[in-house]
């Protein structure tokens, strides 16, 4: 399952963005989610995690400033990115542990599935 994420851009230092992240298909059930960035010439890392029940963890570094949040109705995932820095600049990526989805009449399950990124770029 190719999740799609939406809503970076460019911004400047102390302001605002939200990314969303959808789930396509006739979804059943999707476990743990997060946010994961890759700064540019650095390594993907977590960036914020949720479960399917609502508890979230952070990163040191963007705590305070980012929310997670979920709308398991909808097969959305969202995080609010408040107090921008330019060391948060990034490609941020949606990623899910395990999706269910209906395949006809059949359930199938996917692992370890992720978006193709959503560049976000804070300028000082």
């Known amino acids: 399952v190719q999740l799609v994420e939406s809503g970076g851009g460019l911004v400047q230092a102390g302001g605002s963005l939200s990314l969303s992240c959808a789930a396509p298909?006739?979804?059943?059930?999707?476990?743990?989610m997060g946010w994961y960035g890759q700064p540019p010439g650095k390594q993907r890392e977590l960036v914020a995690a949720?479960?399917?029940?609502?508890?979230?963890n952070y990163a040191d570094f963007v705590k305070g400033r980012f929310t997670i949040s979920r709308d398991n109705a909808k097969n959305t995932l969202s995080l609010q990115m408040n107090g921008l820095t330019p060391e948060d600049t990034a490609v941020y990526y949606c990623?899910?542990?395990?999706?269910?989805?209906?395949?006809?009449?059949?359930?199938?399950?996917?692992?370890?599935?992720w978006g193709q990124g959503t560049q976000v770029t804070v300028s000082s």
């Open positions: 990623r899910a542990d395990q999706i269910t989805y209906w395949s006809g009449l059949a359930l199938k399950t996917e692992s370890d599935c």
């Open positions: 298909g006739t979804i059943f059930r999707i476990n743990d």
């Open positions: 949720i479960t399917s029940g609502g508890q979230a």
